[in-house]
């Protein structure tokens, strides 16, 4: 039994792509590991949005968001197991590091304004080039 690594933002192609991994490892017995990575801004929360309130707190968030994806893409029954990961950094490096040793990644697919991101996203792009393990991108 492996694991299987699944970015999630809660886009819709995010979701896409949560909602085929966990049909997967349905197929194969692995386990499906839920990510969304979320990174401060350059300049500190303070300065860029005063009137931030105190609480904030961009963790929750993101959690709360990769809760409602999962919601989303299998509702409540379901049969691989899935475990839910927030962590802070760079959505691209947050997946690479948490695919070594997963039997495979998968991403959505997004168009963004670029040439080479035309057809896939920024991130999608960079995992398919650098990941220690097998990918597959979701399309819509």
């Not at 694991?3 to 966990?22: M, N, P, Q, Y």
């Not at 968030?61 to 409540?76: D, H, Q, Y």
Request: aromatic share 4%; charged share 20%.
């Amino acid at each position: 039994m492996g694991r299987i690594v699944v970015g999630v933002d809660g886009s819709e192609s995010s979701i896409k792509a949560l909602h085929w991994a966990v049909r997967q490892a349905e197929l194969t017995g692995d386990t499906v590991e839920a990510v969304n990575s979320w990174e401060y801004p350059a300049t500190s929360w303070a300065s860029m949005m005063p009137g931030m309130p105190e609480d904030f707190d961009p963790q929750a968030l993101a959690t709360v968001s990769l809760t409602e994806a999962l919601e989303e893409a299998v509702g409540g029954a379901r049969a691989a197991e899935i475990s839910k990961v927030v962590v802070i950094g760079n959505p691209a490096q947050a997946l690479l590091d948490r695919a070594e040793g997963a039997n495979l990644l998968v991403v959505g697919a997004r168009g963004r304004s670029a040439l080479k991101a035309t057809l896939l996203g920024s991130v999608s792009l960079h995992v398919t080039q650098h990941a220690p393990c097998p990918v597959t991108v979701v399309r819509g």
